[in-house]
């Protein structure tokens, strides 16, 4: 008998590992050989201040604690260098920059409006004939992503926390006040579960006879091209309506088409034609020119209906905890939803670093969607 049993291996599942085996037993379950093999493996790992829902705001907020001085022991070199983020409008195109501008003022981020000629002096890269103006914020930081997944594995098996891998879920059962998870050959009681899988939420929930939330997968594609002399520490450009966006990550650049194309749970591939698109829109506002692709890859952010994280015990379904939902900033946001999630699941009080924050657990209360708030 274990207290909690998380299933998923991504960020999500390993944050809530760490943070729930302070108090509790846990085992975590992943189905794959490897532990950050879909959505939490393929990020762009950049820290936007900026970014999500009006609901993760707050989250984005609380994290950056954690982020910047992770617990002893949890990792070998910092998770966060500074990465700038400059958004980018073609000329007639900048009201959007300014709904930006404002957002990120109402949320106290750090961010100005810049002329299209700091635009380039700041990216030479952008073309003077193509830019309308800029929005640029100080405050982005490039997440060592791997880094901070291991952070959380170190500490849940310091916590006594076990975490298997190649043990896909197939069947969830309740117990009387209990749950049966059944995991390959083996069948786990414990007080709860915690579905932490991803695009794959909805199923998971439906195998223990709970009713699905609404997920809803969207594929994103990313990709690798030769970078620039001294372009390293070059802001992560993005275009304001998010047609694409492009980053530094060693000698290269990391491009997007920032598609949201609505998929099934699974292994998503790339598409050529997204990534050909990609490269005609970034070669109309640059002078990158990209002929050559080095690697390329596609992820599933998964949103609920109204795109707020889902945080949380189900109403329906005692002892069952959502934490889905993550969409595009799971990454940035996981010492926060982790914290959270443990709260709720020990009924502790908040820790101070959500609240100081302004964390309002109503925001991400799965009851929400059960029109029950
Ligand atoms: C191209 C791209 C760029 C992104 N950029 C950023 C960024 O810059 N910053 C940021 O913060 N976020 C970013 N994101 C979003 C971020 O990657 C996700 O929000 C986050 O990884 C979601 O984590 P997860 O643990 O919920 O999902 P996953 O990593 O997909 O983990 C879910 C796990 O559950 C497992 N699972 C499913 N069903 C079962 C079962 N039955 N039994 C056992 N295991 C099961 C799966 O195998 C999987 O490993 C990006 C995403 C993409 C695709």
Same mark, same amino acid.
Request: net charge negative; with cysteine.
């Given at each position: ?33 490897? *532990?950050? =093999?879909?959505? &939490?493996?393929? &990020?762009?790992? *950049?820290?936007?201040?900026? =970014? ?17 001085? /992770? ?33 990120? @003022? ?70 009387? &006040? ?12 414990? #007080? ?25 997968? *969207? ?11 001294? &372009? ?10 998010? @047609? ?73 379904? /005692? ?15 996981? /010492?926060? =939803? #982790? ?32 029109? @029950?708030?």
């Amino acid at each position: 008998m274990t207290d909690f049993v998380v299933i998923g291996g991504g960020i999500a599942g390993v944050s809530a590992a760490a943070h729930l085996s302070q108090d509790a037993s846990v085992l975590l379950l992943e189905r794959e050989t490897t *532990m950050a =093999y879909h959505t &939490s493996g393929r &990020s762009a790992a *950049m820290l936007v201040e900026n =970014y999500g829902s009006a609901g993760a705001r707050p989250l984005v907020k609380a994290a950056r604690p954690f982020l910047e001085d /992770p617990p002893e022991g949890s990792v070998d070199a910092p998770l966060l260098s500074p990465r700038a983020v400059l958004w980018v409008s073609p000329l007639g195109g900048t009201s959007h920059l300014e709904e930006i501008a404002e957002e990120g @003022r109402a949320n106290g981020a750090n961010a100005r409006l810049l002329e299209p000629g700091s635009v380039v002096e700041m990216a030479p890269i952008i073309r003077a004939d193509w830019v309308g103006g800029g929005l640029f914020e100080e405050s982005g930081a490039d997440i060592d992503v791997a880094g901070l997944h291991q952070a959380y594995v170190r500490i849940a098996r310091g916590n006594g926390a076990e975490l298997r891998t190649r043990s896909p879920v197939s069947a969830i059962e309740r117990d009387g &006040s209990r749950w049966k998870v059944v995991a390959e050959d083996d069948t786990i009681t414990c #007080g709860a579960v915690v579905d932490a899988a991803g695009a794959w939420g909805d199923l998971v929930a439906r195998m223990a006879g709970v009713e699905p939330i609404g997920l809803q997968p *969207m594929r994103r594609t990313a990709f690798m091209v030769p970078g620039r002399e001294n &372009s390293t520490r070059w802001p992560m450009i993005v275009e304001a309506d998010e @047609r694409w966006y492009l980053k530094p990550d060693g000698v290269q650049f990391l491009c997007s088409l920032a598609e949201e194309t609505p998929s099934e749970p699974m292994d998503a591939r790339p598409r050529m034609e997204d990534v050909a698109l990609a490269i005609e829109r970034i070669n109309e506002a640059t002078n990158l020119e990209i002929r050559t692709v080095n690697s390329q890859w596609a992820g599933l952010r998964t949103f609920a209906p109204d795109r707020d994280l889902v945080i949380g015990e189900d109403p329906t379904a /005692p002892g069952f905890f959502w934490l889905v939902g993550q969409g595009g900033i799971g990454i940035q946001t996981s /010492p926060a =939803y #982790g914290a959270l999630l443990a709260a709720l699941a020990l009924g502790k009080p908040l820790p101070t670093a959500l609240t100081a924050a302004g964390v309002d657990p109503a925001r991400t209360d799965p009851a929400r969607l059960r029109g @029950r708030c």
